[in-house]
């Protein structure tokens, strides 16, 4: 019975190469559906796990339950008052007020009100330059505390973190990015070394592991290549390099939120502050994820009124960022399978009107074969085959053409696609269902013919 199974199944499915291969044109215009269907169907589920990688590694930089305090600089238009000589009592026009800036008292006074806080991490960038060996580099100088480490998800590849007595002492010491290393050390290890930065000599003590960063990420998410960067401890930064909270021109006093130069009863500039926040990033780590919202909530209100009412601050959490632009895929991957499915179904349909037009043109044929002794159930299978091998086709071919658009899209628009091949079978499956549940109805409507009114047929 088997043997006799395989021989039925053997010369239907001959039976059918030869139809498609008489009818070629026919064959493949009839495909396309499902060739772009197919396509489109491995397209959409590499454009998926890409996302779904981009979003697991964007979640691994900006780190997990974090919350960034970011700084406004003042960057109002000069104005101009004059004061009459008279005495008037006006006086400069009514300024804003006065704010500290975002500083180093913040960051304690929140770790201390605030029971949710698990740990802080503030930031102050600089860009200036190395200088080892007679060459010069343009660097991003940081000062971080080791809290930075935990919080940006970094890991040191070599060496040691900070120590307590470093730290308190603001001793000379840094930790470099791996491209910092191979810039200044070519094929030799950093650690114990010292470098200038700026007008500063820093021992080496440590190397972090590199960590990839796209542009993409950089850009979306406001990181920098963490692997050119030079880090040392926070205070060493404040004691040797720059505190903006110390003015050196004692000539300038403050009224409100701007300098105020000049005197007597000339007339008076007032010129924007510029950056006079002592820190240009903070960074705090929850302890669970739905606490986030309600400790950004009462950081905002400490540091508004820790700042005289001036909202001269941004809060953003990163992971509510990282699930709306989730959420904006999601929909896009949607948009996409419905696309895939409406393919399919056309093509599906194409089908079924191709096999339908064929048994009209091969009605005579029926009907021999019927009256030579074929079953119904071996008319039924004969265009089933057809259909079936029609689909396997298109399948084929838009297995090709979706590998092939899946890398194109990655360089042509930078939008990261990860083949499986997962999605490469259930194409497959996908296009040998249609092709079997659009075929059923032309091949029932075949098998229903009476062999002697079949035979009659013109």
Known sequence: MDAIFLEKVRSNFGEALRVIAINKVRTFLTALGIIFGVAAVITMLAIGNGAEKEILSQLELVGVNNIVVTPIPDKEEDQNTEQSDSGSGEGVAEARRFSKGLDMLDVASLEENIPTIKRTSPEIIQ???????????????????????ETANIHLGRGKMFTEAQITHAMPVCIIGEKVEKKLFTGESALGKRIKVK???????????????????????????????????????????????????????????????????????????????????????VNNSNELKATAEVVSRMLKRRHNDVLDFEISIPINLLKQQQKTKQIFNIVLSIIAGIS???????????????????????GIIRALGATREDVI?????????????????????????????????????????GSILLSFFVATLVGLAFGVFPARSAARKRPIEAIRQE
């Open 199 to 285: 007008d500063v000599w820093l021992q080496v003590v440590g190397v972090i592991e590199e960590k990839l960063i796209s542009e993409k990420a950089q850009e979306d998410l406001g990181i920098r290549d963490l692997n050119q960067d030079i880090y040392i401890p926070i205070k060493t930064f404040l004691v040797r390099y720059q505190d903006r909270k110390i003015l050196h021109d004692k000539r300038m006093d403050f009224s409100g939120g701007f300098i105020v130069m000049g005197g007597g009863s000339g007339p008076k500039k007032r010129i924007p502050r510029g950056n006079y926040h002592q820190i240009d990033k903070l960074t705090i780590q």
């Open 127 to 149: 860009e200036t330059h190395v200088i080892n060996k007679g060459k010069q580099y343009s660097v991003k100088l940081i000062g971080i505390s080791n809290a930075y480490f």
């Open 381 to 421: 299978w004969q265009f089933l085959s057809e259909s079936i091998l029609i689909s396997l086709g298109g399948g084929i071919i838009g297995v090709v053409l979706g590998i092939v658009a899946s890398y194109a899209l990655e360089k042509l628009t930078n939008i990261e696609t990860i083949l499986s091949m």
């Open 344 to 366: 399919l179904l056309i093509g599906g349909i194409g089908i079924m009107n191709i096999m339908l037009a064929s048994v009209l043109e091969r009605t005579k044929e029926i």
